[in-house]
């Protein structure tokens, strides 16, 4: 008994990996294909420490710039299903989730030079970099240091394994990236297809064009709160968080999203939110070229149109810590909602409000 494929009109059976590297080896050319074309796979182990652990080794760094505003860098684990969860697999994945929460400053610096050095070798690709983000490589990696992920590659997700990361993400609210990567062969391997799952590319890679989303067409268990966006985050964070939130509630109709979180009127999506780890994104559908500079000179305004992130139809993009002059970003948000027709009628955010930490 085994399991089959039918690609065009050819029979091909999976087929297991003798070892690692093999798994490695095909991810390494399919990356690109399952991730994102805009992303870059440093494939070698890399030795790391924190102060809760000694040598711990990754088998590499994923580094995705699809949206420039918050760019990913993911250290990556590549296991197969035969080797032991209680003893090598778990105990890798805490190491990595110790290396992410405690990580200290010398260690992250070796590592953006790590990551920087690894691009700038491929110049053909550092240049793409920076055209296609229009942003620094090294202001990029840094940014991403800032959220830095984990992913997981393994040929078949034991149960186990399933439920053991499930109780590590929910008991700390660690997020881990999982993709299952199976291979099938044809006529003694001469010809092969690559079979995946990504738990995160179900949702994350959906199409963000219509401006209004209806909560209707999100399913029970993937409905997602304001504390979700704030989970682990600063006090810092948490109170500009709260002062956003606090303003739009009796104007906009507040919808949290995976990604971020949609600000709309009767007819549009006017803003959204993306929560990070030392910033927070605000993105706006007025046109950068519509903004006045009272507001361009004295705000973080960026001009997103032609540069992908996760709302795309929101050409504008301010970026928002504890520099930002508050009082001014009131003001303009209040004339942006008046300019595109107003806050909505009889707006009721109830069901969304309950945030921990709220100062209200």
Not at 86 to 108: A, K
Not at 232 to 253: E, G, R, V
Request: charged residues 30%; contains cysteine.
């Amino acid at each position: 008994m085994g399991h089959f494929s039918i690609y065009q009109n050819k029979i091909f059976s999976s087929s297991s990996y003798k070892k690692e590297n093999d798994l490695t080896t095909t991810f390494d050319k399919s990356y690109k294909q399952i991730i994102s074309e805009k992303s870059f796979f440093i494939n070698k182990e890399i030795q790391f420490k924190t102060n809760n652990f000694k040598n711990s080794k990754c088998d590499g760094f994923l580094f995705v710039w699809e949206n420039p505003s918050t760019p990913k860098l993911y250290i990556t684990e590549i296991e197969l299903e035969r080797h032991s969860v209680s003893r090598h697999i778990l105990p890798q994945m805490g190491d990595f989730i110790s290396f992410v929460q405690t990580n200290d400053n010398s260690e992250l610096t070796r590592i953006r030079t790590l990551i920087y050095n690894e691009l700038k070798n491929n110049k053909s690709l550092f240049k793409k970099i920076q055209n296609e983000t229009e942003m620094e490589v090294y202001e990029l990696i840094q940014t991403s240091l800032e959220d830095l992920q984990i992913l997981l590659v393994i040929d078949k997700m034991p149960t186990d394994l399933t439920i053991g990361l499930s109780q590590i993400e929910k008991a700390i609210n660690v997020k881990i990236r999982k993709i299952e990567l199976s291979r099938y062969v044809f006529n003694n391997e001469k010809d092969e297809i690559i079979s995946y799952y990504d738990n995160e590319s179900i949702y994350d890679n959906e199409s963000i064009e219509n401006d209004i989303v209806d909560d209707n067409q999100i399913p029970e268990d993937l409905e997602y709160t304001l504390e979700y966006h704030i989970r682990n985050k600063s006090d810092d964070i948490i109170k500009i968080f709260n002062l956003l939130i606090d303003l739009f509630k009796d104007l906009l109709l507040i919808t949290p999203q995976k990604l971020y979180i949609g600000l709309s009127n009767n007819k549009n999506m006017i803003f959204s939110i993306v929560t990070m780890s030392k910033k927070i994104i605000l993105y706006s559908k007025e046109s950068y070229n519509n903004i006045s500079n009272e507001y361009k000179d004295n705000l973080k305004i960026r001009n997103v149109d032609n540069i992908g992130h996760y709302c795309n139809h929101l050409p504008s993009e301010i970026s928002i810590n504890n520099d930002c002059n508050f009082e001014l970003l009131k003001k303009y948000i209040l004339t942006t909602i008046d300019k595109l027709g107003g806050k909505k009628e009889n707006v009721d955010n109830s069901n969304v409000l309950n945030i921990e930490g709220n100062d209200e």
